[in-house]
Nanobody
């Protein structure tokens, strides 16, 4: 019904930058909040950044001033610009979107498959 497809992950040096993209497709009636989460190796999944349908953003303290979340509603896409990357940013990054479809009467949180980000020398 709904798919989230992520791209942009990879290997980068400390201090470098990456831009993640996540495009939603399917029978979409409305997309509410979108966000990015990450799961470092051996740790629990944690929220990185959130953005509302109106563009209001929230960030984890660990990424404030370094990461920027944005969205293009015409393309059903959310982005995460990551600057000044640190080794502790290494994780699998997951896209999330709260989406209402034409066939389901409530909004459901969909997840992308995850993309690996590795920050290392």
């Amino acid at each position: 019904q709904v798919q989230l497809v992520e791209s942009g992950g990879g290997l980068v040096q400390p201090g470098g930058s990456l831009r993640l993209s996540c495009a939603a497709s399917g029978s979409i009636f409305e997309i509410n909040a979108m966000g990015w989460y990450r799961q470092p190796p051996g740790k629990q999944r944690e929220v990185v950044a959130l953005i509302s349908s109106g563009g209001t953003t929230n960030y984890a303290d660990s990424v404030k001033a370094r990461f920027t979340i944005s969205r293009d509603n015409a393309k059903n896409t959310v982005y995460l610009q990551m600057n000044s990357l640190k080794p502790e940013d290494t994780a699998v990054y997951y896209c999330n979107a709260v989406i209402r479809t034409h066939s389901i009467s409530y909004a459901y949180a969909y997840w992308g498959q995850g993309t690996q980000v590795t920050v290392s020398s």
